[in-house]
């Protein structure tokens, strides 16, 4: 309820963005519970215990998912999948989010940092973003000024018929 609160707030003003209920973010939880590993979620909270931002990372599965040529986890690709599950080195920095007014005060760059702490603790030596807004210049220069470089860019354009 934390993360879902502060999830629709910070994205609220984003191009094509729907509200998540919620049962969906109910579901979503559940579905990532068993492969989020809780020490790469983190909850940005004021002195009064407001959330007012979140991280989630997780280790890059598609390390260990590409290594099933056929694609199905069963009966055999899932045996694959737990090998090479153990040797995933980098993480996926799926999203972060801050509510509005607390967006350029500096907790995504302490998030950033944390997060980066943690995984290298645990052995992770790369981290990949993605699924970032094009014209969200204050996540993406954050994000170069600790490393990352843009690789990839899709877009996404609209026509009336």
């Known amino acids: 309820a934390t993360v879902m609160e502060v999830y629709n707030a910070a994205w609220e003003r984003n191009w094509g963005f729907v509200p998540m209920t919620h049962a969906e973010f109910e579901h979503m939880a559940k579905e990532f519970k068993p492969v989020v590993d809780p020490e790469l979620v983190l909850i940005a909270e004021t002195t009064g215990g407001e959330p007012i931002g979140f991280a989630l990372v997780m280790p890059d599965f598609n390390q260990a ?33 801050l509510k509005p007014g607390w967006q350029s005060s500096g907790i995504g760059a302490a998030l950033y940092y944390r997060v980066f702490q943690v995984g290298k603790a645990k052995g992770y030596t790369g981290c990949e973003a993605g699924w970032m807004l094009e014209d969200n210049d204050r996540m993406l220069n954050g994000l170069e000024k600790v490393g990352f470089q843009v690789y990839k860019t899709y877009r996404v354009y609209e026509r009336p018929l």
Do not use: A, C, D
Not at 87 to 96: D, E, Q, S
């Open 65 to 97: 998912l590409r290594r099933i040529p056929s694609g199905r986890l069963f009966p055999f690709g899932l045996f694959k999948f737990l090998w090479h599950r153990r040797k995933i080195r980098t993480m996926r920095f799926l999203t972060l989010g």
